[in-house]
């Protein structure tokens, strides 16, 4: 599976984006996806995670309430709309996908990750 990370770019306080995660395999369409986000010398922490039919969501404290993951299986792919961006959302966004179908904030539950996409917000 090859993921493709796109939708990310510069843009100010309060602002939003949305990142998009394209698949290259059908199957990846059965599978939970999550998407994960690395600072500058900071650790990749969890962002939010969708479940194979989109039917179970999670999302990291620090976005929750700004945030929204969504799928499209048809296409492939899966969407995360962030809004009222901040500062510290400053980073590389990757996508990953799991080989289960449920939704999981831990990194060792993915097994297929894209090269991400940057995010970064100016104050």
């Known amino acids: 599976v090859q993921l493709q990370a796109s939708g990310g770019g510069l843009v100010q306080t309060g602002g939003f984006l949305r990142l998009s995660c394209a698949a290259s395999?059908?199957?990846?369409?059965?599978?939970?996806v999550g998407w994960f986000r690395q600072a500058l010398g900071k650790e990749r922490e969890f962002v939010a995670t969708?479940?194979?039919?989109?039917?179970?969501?999670s999302y990291a404290e620090s976005v929750k309430g700004r945030s929204t993951i969504s799928r499209d299986r048809a296409k492939n792919t899966v969407y995360l709309q962030m809004n009222s961006l901040k500062p510290e959302d400053t980073a590389v966004y990757h996508c990953?996908?799991?080989?289960?179908?449920?939704?999981?904030?831990?990194?060792?539950?993915?097994?297929?990750w894209g090269q991400g996409t940057k995010v970064t917000v100016s104050s």
């Open positions: 990953a996908v799991s080989q289960y179908a449920s939704a999981s904030s831990q990194v060792g539950h993915y097994q297929y």
């Open positions: 395999k059908r199957t990846s369409s059965n599978n939970a």
């Open positions: 969708i479940s194979w039919n989109g039917g179970a969501t």
